[in-house]
């Protein structure tokens, strides 16, 4: 018969006895039938020590206790409790009879020889399997150790009921662990169903409540009420301000270790946990207010060590996140209004500064439309200059700052620049943590920043000011930072354009111009100066260079000469590769003879300090505005034709155009 089987035939018995069964008999039935597992026998080891301590209280008095000793031992063999002569006995020689013991599952009677005293006793050692309910497992072995003449006394049938007043105050202990765990979590339910309640009436009140205030009020009335104990604060952002005392506009300015500020900025419940100077222990608790639209505010609860429940702060949270949503409910109009604005000005930004591709009128366009846009007093736009390697003002409207660089890590521009995160700032008179000239000079009060991002790394910062405290709102704060993304892009296009522009007009090889960048440079000056020479310059013999050395060792003697050529030339002149071993030099507003001279430079450098040596020939030409024909094209030509005669007549020499031709 399977164990199912044999606790409902016991149960149908008892039926028959003692009619229908009364509540008390199913729970005596119930309880009876509960059993611990294979699972439980690790974490049973303190039922176990707790379970023997009673069974002592209770065989204390009885005689057979006066001439016996036992000890207990769980389902591996480990020692629980009793007699440290039975546990050194089970560490030795009663092992082998502890393991037999184990494994039959059957009670064993042993003889022990043992010297007491100097003496040699002889003792019976009985070992008594503790087993299961249910699947009769061993969860334990009491182990008794009694003299010998006791056995043969007649004492082991009283022996052998000790076990089972074990095993009683054993199960004993178990049911009632067992209740007080039921019962335990029947309070749990119980307070959650409280809380629940609770909660629905503090919900509905809010509810009612139309005014944002009111529901402010509301969820702070009911959080005291809950947590009596705690002192609790609200810090609002500038979006909202409250005649509330608890109500609070949040410093956005304190450092990243105000839990406010964190709560805040990360969106989600932070706990920090202080230690005074009395050595007690603090517990500061952040709960965002907030709802789909973003984070509002901070409720700020400062607790004593243990003073609140883990189900309480869930409480509390439940009612904040509630808060929060009828909080948002309030403001969804203003929010979608606010939201359709946003759109407009980014599209009328984008259009606006998308109108060139040159820094300075970008820097222009972005200063006037942010200042329009946020109806600020002051705009501020700084770029990290690196050969200088500071903060440079691009475009401010302040007049004295124009053109200043600051050390990157000066004032709030270094501040956003530093760790490329927006900042907000309501009255800076009121806490002047961090030193500006911008806010000094403008007289401002408020400000907002935020980073300015190309191509994913922070070059610059838009600071934007006001004289008023108080002035910006935190959606003036995100809508700064969506904008300045804008104004990246629109930077990195026309870096990028710049840099596309350089490439196109400069030789890849040598870097020096390319021809046609050329042409267009002496086209210009040719319509505004009255003079200018050309120096064509061509490498003697280049093809045997190549043809001996290869072409990489050619490629290095092209740049070196190149190299020669832009060291020995003015800042103003222009160097250009006109085509293979072939270069051009325009000097503006100079004359043959300085031109003679600044070839003749060339010449000499390039045959000592190229490797292998080669030498140059030059052909010059000038113009002046006295010419009849002024042209890039007769220049050139010109200069082509002094080379060609400096080629036939020997090569590395120089020669000039020759008028009469």
């Not at 050395?549 to 800042?571: A, F, N, P, T, W």
Request: aromatic share 10%; glycine share 6%; hydrophobic share 40%.
């Amino acid at each position: 018969m399977s164990e199912y089987q044999s606790i409902i035939s016991k149960h149908e018995r008892l039926l028959k006895e003692s009619g229908p069964p009364t509540a008390l008999d199913s729970v005596r039935f119930w309880l009876g039938n509960l059993d611990i597992i294979t699972y439980d026998l690790p974490h049973i080891d303190s039922l176990l020590s707790n379970s023997f301590l009673d069974w002592e209280e209770l065989s204390y008095s009885m005689p057979i206790m006066e001439y016996t000793m036992w000890g207990l031992f769980q389902f591996e063999g480990s020692f629980i409790a009793g007699s440290s002569m039975i546990s050194d006995y089970c560490k030795d020689e009663g092992r082998i009879h502890l393991d037999r013991c184990l494994t039959n599952k059957a009670e064993i009677i042993a003889p022990w020889n043992a010297e007491v005293n100097s003496n040699k006793e002889e003792y019976s050692v009985c070992l008594f399997p503790q087993l299961t309910r249910g699947l009769k497992e061993i969860y334990a072995i009491m182990v008794c150790i009694l003299p010998q003449k006791r056995v043969e006394g007649g004492v082991t049938n009283a022996i052998s009921l000790m076990p089972i007043l074990f095993q009683s105050c054993f199960y004993k202990n178990f049911e009632y662990i067992f209740v007080d765990d039921m019962m335990s979590e029947q309070k749990k339910i119980n307070d959650e169903a409280g809380r629940r309640a609770m909660l629905y009436q503090m919900v509905q009140r809010m509810q009612s409540q139309i005014d944002v205030d009111m529901v402010l009020t509301e969820v702070l009335d009911s959080i005291a009420i809950l947590c009596p104990e705690t002192s609790l604060q609200l810090f609002m952002s500038q979006d909202h301000q409250s005649e509330n005392p608890r109500v609070k506009p949040l410093i956005f300015q304190a450092t990243m270790d105000d839990i406010s500020v964190r709560t805040f900025m990360d969106g989600r419940l932070t706990i920090q946990e202080t230690k005074l100077e009395n050595g007690e222990y603090q517990k500061e608790i952040g709960f965002p207010l907030g709802g789909k639209q973003g984070v509002y505010g901070v409720l700020h609860l400062l607790v004593g060590q243990g003073s609140v429940s883990e189900q309480e702060l869930q409480f509390v949270s439940t009612l904040v996140d509630t808060a929060g949503t009828l909080f948002e409910n309030a403001k969804l109009y203003e929010q979608s209004n606010s939201l359709i604005r946003e759109l407009r000005l980014i599209n009328e930004l984008t259009r606006r500064v998308n109108q060139s591709l040159r820094l300075s009128e970008i820097y222009r366009f972005s200063s006037e439309e942010l200042l329009n846009i946020f109806k600020a007093d002051y705009c501020c736009i700084l770029q990290f200059n690196k050969e200088l390697d500071g903060l440079e003002v691009v475009s401010c409207n302040v007049p004295t700052m124009s053109k200043k660089v600051f050390e990157k890590d000066y004032g709030f521009g270094g501040l956003v620049f530093g760790k490329g995160e927006p900042v907000i700032l309501s009255d800076y008179i009121a806490k002047m943590d961090i030193s500006s000239v911008f806010m000094e000079k403008s007289g401002s009060k408020s400000l907002i920043a935020a980073p300015l991002i190309v191509n994913g790394e922070v070059t610059g910062a838009i600071l934007m000011s006001h004289q008023g405290s108080h002035f910006f709102t935190y959606n003036d704060y995100r809508l700064l930072q969506a904008l300045s993304n804008h104004i990246g892009i629109s930077v990195s296009n026309a870096l990028l354009h710049a840099q596309v522009k350089r490439m196109a007009n400069r030789d890849m090889l040598t870097n020096l111009y390319a021809r046609h960048y050329l042409d267009e440079v002496i086209n210009k000056r040719q319509k505004h100066d009255y003079c200018g020479s050309l120096i064509v310059v061509d490498i003697d013999e280049f093809k045997q260079v190549n043809d001996t050395y290869g072409h990489q060792k050619g490629d290095k003697v092209l740049k070196k000469v190149s190299e020669i050529i832009k060291l020995s030339i003015r800042m103003d002149d222009l160097a250009a590769r006109w085509g293979g071993e072939e270069l051009a030099i325009y000097l503006p507003l100079l004359g043959l003879k300085q031109a003679i001279v600044i070839a003749e430079r060339i010449r000499k450098l390039v045959e000592v300090e190229t490797d292998p040596p080669v030498t140059v020939s030059c052909g010059i030409s000038e113009w002046n505005w006295m010419d009849e024909q002024v042209s890039v094209d007769s220049l050139f030509y010109s200069a082509d034709m002094a080379l060609y005669r400096a080629k036939n007549n020997g090569r590395n020499q120089i020669q000039v155009e020759d008028k009469n031709s």
